[in-house]
């Protein structure tokens, strides 16, 4: 194998139902939603870019959070394969990158950072932006590649091409370097920014055919009135939204990243240090 993978334990009775029950991911998508209070983490992203100067964003945050939250809870880190869920032993976040184009018209495409729950925050931060100045100048030769080989496909042949793809990368586990194709190209979670297109919330739909299970979305943080000590006080809020697929991981597992996420954005300084402490990796 080329990823590193771990046995699958035997699954419960509801797993074994739900394995059962759906055959592909847009039949099995769940949804949730948490309500963040953002105070602390607005603060802390200000303290930090101007101790540092680095370019730390909401995204990062919960990008970092959720590799984070994997580490802890590695029943949440998985890929489906042959039909049953198996243990990843990486943990890697892949984030959705808008990619201009020379027509003027936008295209999404990834960038993945791998290992991502080994780094630290500022060795996170830096390494998704050198991958996402790379991926947003074409300068990522394997994407770049691979964009064009898919422009070649008639639109009638895409879903078997995705399909025969995601079947020998996955499923078979074959290493496809040496025809220029990127190993483990999404990862273990997928964060898009929802709040960076001015949206306070979404759902974002799951990729069958990329076996990741876990979107997370953050919305844009807002300003709202909240309750503190018996008194109406300005608060920052943010909706944080997550898409994963039911037959590869629990709700409970779910809601244990969620919660992990949302504690880590509320109490940014409790997790990774006070800003003023940074050190850029």
């Known amino acids: 194998m080329e990823l590193d993978l771990k046995p699958a334990p035997p699954p419960g009775a509801f ?5 059962g029950a759906w055959r592909s991911p847009s039949d099995a998508s769940a949804y949730a939603s948490l309500e963040v209070r953002m105070e602390k983490a607005v ?3 200000e303290a930090w870019r101007a101790r540092t100067g680095q370019r730390l964003t909401v995204t990062h945050l919960v990008a970092k959070a959720s590799a984070d939250a994997l580490r802890l809870h590695p029943e949440a880190n ?54 996402v100045a790379q991926v947003r100048s074409r300068k990522d030769a394997v994407i770049e590649r691979g964009k064009r080989r ?13 399909r025969l793809l995601s079947f020998v990368w996955f499923t078979l586990n074959l290493d496809l370097r040496w025809v220029g194709m990127p190993r483990d190209p999404f990862g273990s979670v997928v964060v898009t920014s929802l709040g960076s297109l001015g949206l306070e919330r979404g759902f974002v739909a799951t990729v069958p055919y990329t076996r990741v299970p876990l979107i997370l979305a953050p919305g844009a943080v807002r300003s709202v009135p909240v309750v503190e000590g018996g008194e109406l006080v300005p608060g920052r809020m943010m909706t944080l939204t997550c898409t994963w697929d039911a037959r590869a991981l629990d709700v409970e597992v779910v809601a244990k990243v969620l919660r992990h996420v949302g504690a880590a954005l509320e109490a940014p300084e409790e997790t990774w240090g006070a800003a003023s402490d940074a050190w850029v990796g």
């Not at 797993?15 to 394995?19: D, I, T, V």
């Not at 990158?97 to 027509?103: D, L, N, R, W």
């Not at 898919?150 to 995705?162: D, H, N, V």
């Open 15 to 19: 797993r074994k139902l739900a394995l």
């Open 43 to 45: 603060a802390f992203l």
């Open 78 to 131: 998985v890929l489906l394969r042959w039909g049953s869920p198996v243990p990843r032993v990486d943990v890697g976040v892949c984030v959705l990158v808008v990619q201009p184009e020379e027509s003027g018209r936008a295209d999404l495409t990834t960038a993945t950072v791998p290992y991502a729950d080994t780094l630290s925050l500022g060795e996170f931060a830096g390494a998704m932006e050198a991958v």
């Open 150 to 162: 898919s422009y070649r496909i008639p639109g009638m042949f895409m879903g078997l091409a995705l």
